[in-house]
């Protein structure tokens, strides 16, 4: 840390120099403008970046021959994770129809990226979205969304043994991976440049809060799939039905709970709704009780197909409710965040 001592100009400014070497580096000259961020610690960012707009970032892969296609999906999602705009792919050889493939899929499988050049041994991505372009209060808006859908339709998949429906819920989840790398794309992204926050409408302590979120919200989508995916494997009888019909109304009411609890935190950001929070938490742990007496009835099933997959069910929306409990307690961080300010 460099040390600058704080001087006092016409009786009424205070200045501090900057050191030439980062001001030589960000290419500043006489004149130029620098941004001021006040941060919520009390700190001050000095950024060169008055306008919003951040340098493309660019990483390269060289790809050698026997680079198995699986690695190299895992390495483009992870440069894009990480907030790199322009993404290379390159091969001192032709590169193989299959890499090809796998540079398109992953366009296909994240928010933003597009090809925008190819060569005979390369193939080059750009992200065309703003990173203000979508905030990260209206991605967890939009995963909620995907969420409660996901989960009312699988109980009605479940009730009436639809295994299109569930097949169409288990497509759903690719969709929802999208916003959760985006959210925490733009997590990293703010991350390296917090001139960004205020384009973003948030603070640095709140975007960790909705990187929080969007992972809870990945994983209750997640639930659903894998209730889905039980659907083929449940033979649907009297008193089976009676055990799906308790548990689609634990998992209504937790859905419900965790769309008042966004609500209450974002909507209505007033620390007095910590107390509601704690409402809804308490209404969670009982869900988790009537969970454990459902699966207790599950396992004692006939035929021990359906007994398992309905004991898996079980689990899924116990899990549920759990991560909506999750969910309540990052949503009281925030509001004893907005309390203590």
């Not at 109304?249 to 909507?267: C, K, M, P, Y």
């Not at 704690?278 to 209404?283: G, P, T």
């Given at each position: 840390m460099e040390l600058r001592r704080l001087?006092?100009?016409?009786?009424?400014?205070?200045?501090?120099s900057l050191p030439k070497k980062w001001v030589?580096?960000?290419?500043?000259?006489?004149?130029?403008?620098?941004?001021?961020?006040?941060?919520?610690?009390?700190?001050?960012?000095?950024?060169?970046?008055?306008?919003?707009r951040r340098?493309?970032?660019?990483?390269?892969?060289?790809?050698?021959?026997?680079?198995?296609?699986?690695?190299?999906?895992?390495?483009?999602?992870?440069?894009?994770?990480?907030?790199?705009?322009?993404?290379?792919?390159?091969?001192e050889r032709r590169l193989s129809p299959e890499l090809r493939e796998i540079v398109r899929n992953f366009t296909r499988m994240v928010i933003g990226p597009e090809i925008v050049e190819e060569t005979m041994n390369s193939v080059t991505t750009k992200d065309l979205l703003n990173p203000s372009d979508l905030s990260f209060k209206q991605s967890i808006q939009r995963m909620l969304y995907m969420v409660k859908s996901m989960h009312h339709n699988v109980m009605v998949a479940l009730k009436e043994n639809d295994t299109s429906l569930a097949e169409d819920i288990i497509s759903r989840d690719?969709?929802?991976?999208?916003?959760?790398?985006?959210?925490?794309?733009?997590?990293?992204?703010?991350?390296?440049?917090?001139?960004?926050?205020?384009?973003?409408?948030?603070?640095?302590?709140?975007?960790?809060?909705?990187?929080?979120?969007?992972r809870i919200l990945e994983r209750m989508g997640d639930h659903a799939v894998k209730i889905a995916s039980n659907v083929p494997d449940?033979?649907?009888?009297?008193?089976?039905?009676?055990?799906?019909?308790?548990?689609?109304?634990?998992?209504?009411?937790?859905?419900?709970?965790?769309?008042?609890?966004?609500?209450?935190?974002?909507?209505?950001?007033?620390?007095?709704?910590?107390?509601?929070?704690?409402?809804?938490?308490?209404?969670?742990?009982?869900?988790?009780e009537r969970c454990q007496k459902i699966h207790a009835k599950a396992i004692k099933i006939d035929n021990s197909v359906t007994a398992a997959a309905l004991s898996n069910v079980t689990e899924s929306v116990a899990r549920s409710s759990t991560l909506t409990r999750d969910i309540c307690e990052v949503l009281i961080n925030y509001l004893v965040n907005l309390e203590q300010k």
């Open positions: 001087q006092l100009t016409g009786g009424t400014s205070y200045v501090v030589v580096e960000q290419g500043l000259k006489k004149n130029d403008n620098v941004g001021i961020i006040v941060q919520e610690d009390g700190n001050l960012v000095v950024t060169p970046n008055v306008k919003g340098k493309d970032r660019e990483k390269v892969f060289t790809i050698g021959e026997e680079e198995p296609l699986d690695t190299l999906l895992r390495k483009l999602i992870g440069a894009y994770i990480m907030g790199y705009d322009i993404i290379k792919v390159e091969s690719s969709d929802l991976d999208k916003l959760a790398w985006l959210i925490a794309r733009q997590f990293n992204i703010v991350t390296e440049d917090h001139s960004l926050l205020e384009l973003m409408d948030t603070t640095a302590k709140g975007s960790v809060e909705y990187l929080e979120l969007s449940i033979e649907v009888s009297d008193g089976v039905k009676k055990l799906i019909k308790e548990l689609e109304t634990i998992d209504d009411e937790a859905i419900n709970v965790l769309d008042q609890s966004l609500q209450i935190a974002f909507e209505a950001p007033d620390p007095e709704n910590i107390d509601k929070l704690n409402d809804q938490i308490r209404k969670v742990q009982k869900y988790e």
